[in-house]
Nanobody, 126 residues
Framework: QVQLVESGGGLVQPGDSLRLSCAAS????????TTWFRQVPGKEREFVAS????????NYADSVKGRFTISRDNAKNILYLQMNSLSPEDTGVYYC???????????????????WGQGTQVTVST
């Protein structure tokens, strides 16, 4: 059974930082596409950042570029999202997603991913 378990969310103030983690079991991140999405009530699930099979191939949403960093520890099978300079607009439930078959042009589409974590809440508020 494939399981992705997220952690690291919480309540922070604007300007603070968080690091989210996504630990996988029954699945190997080393040869996979691994991506972070986020979602707020009433809105579509939004692409945040993706690591396409290797650490040298990353992609970020314009809204987080320069503030967020996606990385992966393949030996530990953990995906990370370092989130700096957080603002209230970053509030949402953050999900990790993975696929061993997705192609590069489809990384933004949530429906193309095979596996999902349960989500972790990030709240940025004064």
């Amino acid at each position: 059974q494939v399981q992705l378990v997220e952690s690291g969310g919480g309540l922070v103030q604007p300007g603070d930082s968080l690091r989210l983690s996504c630990a996988a079991s029954g699945f190997t991140f080393g040869r996979a596409v691994t991506t972070w999405f986020r979602q707020v009530p009433g809105k579509e699930r939004e692409f945040v950042a993706s690591l396409f099979r290797s650490s040298s191939s990353t992609n970020y949403a314009d809204s987080v570029k320069g503030r967020f960093t996606i990385s992966r520890d393949n030996a530990k099978n953990i995906l990370y999202l370092q989130m700096n300079s957080l603002s209230p607009e970053d509030t949402g439930v953050y999900y990790c997603a993975a696929s061993s078959t997705i192609i590069y042009s489809s990384i933004y589409d949530p429906s193309r991913y095979s596996y999902w974590g349960q989500g972790t809440q990030v709240t940025v508020s004064t």
